[in-house]
């Protein structure tokens, strides 16, 4: 079994800053990438920026320039460093992997932590 497990969300101001980690344990052969999504009501959940084993990057086009992702492949764990937040930015955070099952090394499947809430107030 696969467990993610997510931390950091939280009430903050606009202009501040926080950082979302998740760490992804059980029965794991590797983790191709990790991603953070983000969704509001009336809207489907968009992914924010994901990164993959090696360390190649991706960030959607509204948090270029005020987050940054990270990872400590040792540790199967993904950070998320918010800054400069806007009101627009309040969502729920959901931590994803991309990961193949010990004894399934050829295949890939997702999983989802359990999602946190980031609040932003103007």
């Known amino acids: 079994q696969v467990q993610l497990v997510e931390s950091g969300g939280g009430l903050v101001q606009a202009g501040g800053s926080l950082r979302l980690s998740c760490s992804a344990s059980?029965?794991?052969?590797?983790?191709?990438?990790m991603a953070w999504y983000r969704q509001t009501p009336g809207k489907q959940r968009d992914v924010v920026a994901s990164?993959?084993?090696?360390?190649?990057?991706y960030y959607a086009d509204s948090v270029k320039g005020r987050f940054t992702i990270s990872r400590d492949n040792t540790k199967n764990t993904v950070f998320l460093q918010m800054n400069s937040l806007k009101a627009e930015d309040t969502a729920v955070y959901s931590c994803?992997?991309?990961?193949?099952?010990?004894?399934?090394?050829?295949?890939?499947?997702?999983?989802w932590g359990q999602g946190t809430q980031v609040t932003v107030s103007s």
């Open positions: 059980g029965n794991i052969a590797n983790i191709r990438a």
């Open positions: 994803n992997a991309k990961l193949a099952p010990t004894g399934l090394p050829s295949v890939t499947i997702n999983y």
């Open positions: 990164i993959t084993s090696g360390g190649a990057t």
